[in-house]
């Protein structure tokens, strides 16, 4: 398990439920800066599940609330796709 500081080294989700008024779509684009921002060896899911248990006594309906539970439901492991090594040589 890793600590608050490890997850959230930039502090953007913090930030997040702290802005008044903040948006779902503002709060999209913090968690995928959040999420671009993590280690390489972090483990997403498990990443999110610590920031939802984290911040688990925030109101329900916060956006931010709303973009972890998503990003929870739908993260997957990234696989490559296209590019110059997936091509066949002649």
């Known amino acids: 398990m ?3 500081a490890e997850l ?9 439920y702290r802005i ?4 779902a779509s503002q709060c999209r684009s913090i968690f ?3 999420a671009l921002s993590l280690p390489v060896q ?9 920031l939802l248990e984290h911040y688990r ?3 329900a ?10 990003g929870l439901n739908e ?9 110059w090594r997936s091509r066949p040589r002649d």
């Not at 959230?8 to 997040?16: N, P």
């Not at 008044?20 to 948006?23: D, L, P, R, V």
């Open 20 to 23: 008044e008024g903040i948006t």
């Open 32 to 34: 995928l800066d959040w």
């Open 75 to 83: 993260t997957v492991n990234p696989r490559r796709r296209g590019g």
């Open 8 to 16: 959230d080294h930039k502090q953007l989700i913090r930030e997040a």
């Open 42 to 50: 972090m483990e997403n899911r498990s990443a999110i599940a610590q």
């Open 57 to 59: 006594d925030e109101p």
């Open 2 to 4: 890793q600590t608050l």
């Open 61 to 70: 309906d916060h956006p931010m609330t709303a973009v972890l539970q998503q």
